[in-house]
T-cell receptor
Framework: DSGVTQTPKHLITATGQRVTLRCSPRSGDLSVYWYQQSLDQGLQFLIQ???????AKGNILERFSAQQFPDLHSELNLSSLELGDSALYFCASSVALAGLTGELFFGEGSRLTVL | QQQVKQSPQSLIVQKGGISIINCAYE??????FPWYQQFPGKGPALLIA?????SEKKEGRFTISFNKSAKQFSLHIMDSQPGDSATYFCAAVYYNQGGKLIFGQGTELSVKP
């Protein structure tokens, strides 16, 4: 158990809808990262927050947004969903800015299916 | 834009054999090179990592070899076991971008008994 909690574990929704994925980082970790994992794209970095502030942005679509709250949990909002958004979404956390050791602690992911 | 290229995509090895996974990177600004292991239904977990000023790092049966001039690094799993069957991801870290990790495409390793 990595200590990172993601909810929901599975989510099925329809095209055009909006969903929110939630992540609770390990106790004491200030950095939260979001990754998208699909079969053809591997693990794609979406966005990173550190102590409530956005620190790095990757290939995150404009339809997607995220934030980190004062209690350090984070939410990833996906809107106007398309079939291609179906993927496993991982949250990861680290104590500081990643990992000066390169170590991130990953949750078990939220599997999103868009029908 | 894939900045870390990993091969092979899949690998089948007999028990006791050596598994070798290769990665190449483009950006010399990367600061650290970790490998992650992912079992089905689980998130990736750090396996071993190396700094670019080190040519080799060994932890148990797992060894990273790093060639800075060629911008390549590889993971060797000695005496591969069925329990090593998993997906392996190489990665590269940008310290000055908040420690962002860029992952390779992943290698699905299957170790046959």
């Amino acid at each position: 158990d990595s200590g990172v909690t993601q909810t929901p574990k599975h989510l099925i929704t329809a095209t055009g809808q909006r969903v929110t994925l939630r992540c609770s980082p390990r106790s004491g970790d200030l950095s939260v990262y979001w990754y998208q994992q699909s079969l053809d794209q591997g693990l794609q970095f979406l966005i990173q927050y550190y102590n409530g502030e956005e620190r790095a942005k990757g290939n995150i679509l404009e339809r997607f947004s995220a934030q980190q709250f004062p209690d350090l949990h984070s939410e990833l909002n996906l809107s106007s969903l398309e079939l291609g958004d179906s993927a496993l979404y991982f949250c990861a956390s680290s104590v500081a800015l990643a990992g000066l050791t390169g170590e991130l602690f990953f949750g078990e992911g939220s599997r999103l299916t868009v029908l | 834009q894939q900045q870390v290229k990993q091969s092979p995509q899949s690998l089948i090895v007999q028990k006791g054999g050596i598994s070798i996974i290769n990665c190449a990177y483009e950006n010399t600004a990367f600061d650290y090179f970790p490998w992650y292991q992912q079992f089905p239904g689980k998130g990736p977990a750090l396996l071993i990592a190396i700094r670019p000023d080190v040519s080799e790092k060994k932890e148990g049966r797992f060894t990273i070899s790093f060639n800075k001039s060629a911008k390549q690094f590889s993971l060797h799993i000695m005496d591969s076991q069925p329990g090593d069957s998993a997906t392996y991801f190489c990665a590269a870290v940008y310290y000055n971008q908040g420690g962002k990790l860029i992952f390779g495409q992943g290698t699905e390793l299957s170790v046959k008994p």
